[in-house]
């Protein structure tokens, strides 16, 4: 029911961007970002929010620091994964997927935290996100099949379902460490959490 109920909601607020489509052609990147080494013996996955401003905090503050310290030496495996909450936050999250490269989806991905503010407060946010995808080689034609795609839309809403239903996630950005959910509120707390699991 849970499922349902979030997948209408978040598919009738979308509506207005564009006319959903049940499928579309062109190139779409599914699933969760990986970053460092994927043997790394410790996990951290955020579940994380394009119109949330802490998640923006911890993509412009912590994740770099977390990448110096653990990611990029190989003791880390960190996972991003989208919990769309809003139509802006599905036109983002869908924006970040019309590529089938992940580099250029984390690219974006980070452009679209650190300009949140100035997307989130424009007269015209759609056209931001529209300069943003440009910017990472997406064509505006390729953008505007990719952001009508309703599977496309579906599969952010089921990573979505997937953190409600495992993890009981209920606010952003949610961290794990190998698993279990923190309670963090600064970078220490994450060190202190990855340093107890190593």
């Given at each position: 029911?849970?499922?349902?109920?979030v997948?209408?909601?978040?598919?009738?607020?979308?509506?207005?961007?564009?006319?959903?489509?049940?499928?579309?052609?062109?190139?779409?990147?599914?699933?969760?970002?990986?970053?460092?080494?994927?043997?790394?013996?410790?996990?951290?996955?955020?579940?994380?929010?394009?119109?949330?401003?802490?998640?923006?905090?911890?993509?412009?503050?912590?994740?770099?620091?977390?990448?110096?310290?653990?990611?990029?030496?190989?003791?880390?495996?960190?996972?991003?994964?989208?919990?769309?909450?809003?139509?802006?936050?599905?036109?983002?999250?869908?924006?970040?997927?019309?590529?089938?490269?992940?580099?250029?989806?984390?690219?974006?991905?980070?452009?679209?935290?650190?300009?949140q503010?100035?997307?989130?407060?424009?007269?015209?946010?759609?056209?931001?996100?529209?300069?943003?995808?440009?910017?990472?080689?997406?064509?505006?034609?390729?953008?505007?099949?990719?952001?009508?795609?309703?599977?496309?839309?579906e599969?952010?809403?089921?990573?979505?379902?997937?953190?409600?239903?495992?993890?009981?996630?209920?606010?952003?950005?949610?961290?794990?460490?190998?698993?279990?959910?923190?309670?963090?509120?600064?970078?220490?707390?994450?060190k202190?959490?990855i340093?107890?699991?190593?």
């Amino acid at each position: 029911m849970l499922k349902k109920a979030v997948l209408a909601a978040i598919l009738l607020a979308f509506a207005p961007v564009a006319h959903a489509q049940d499928s579309a052609e062109g190139p779409r990147l599914r699933g969760e970002l990986t970053y460092g080494d994927k043997t790394a013996k410790v996990e951290v996955i955020e579940y994380g929010s394009f119109t949330c401003p802490h998640c923006a905090r911890f993509a412009r503050e912590i994740l770099p620091q977390l990448k110096a310290d653990y990611i990029d030496t190989g003791k880390v495996k960190f996972i991003f994964r989208n919990f769309v909450r809003d139509r802006y936050d599905m036109a983002v999250a869908v924006t970040t997927r019309c590529t089938t490269s992940a580099d250029t989806t984390k690219a974006m991905t980070e452009t679209f935290f650190e300009r949140q503010k100035e997307w989130m407060t424009s007269d015209n946010p759609y056209a931001v996100m529209a300069e943003i995808a440009g910017d990472a080689g997406v064509s505006q034609t390729e953008l505007g099949n990719c952001i009508s795609d309703r599977a496309l839309q579906e599969h952010m809403v089921e990573m979505r379902n997937f953190g409600i239903e495992s993890y009981q996630i209920n606010a952003v950005p949610a961290i794990l460490v190998n698993g279990a959910k923190i309670d963090m509120h600064s970078y220490e707390d994450l060190k202190d959490a990855i340093e107890a699991a190593q």
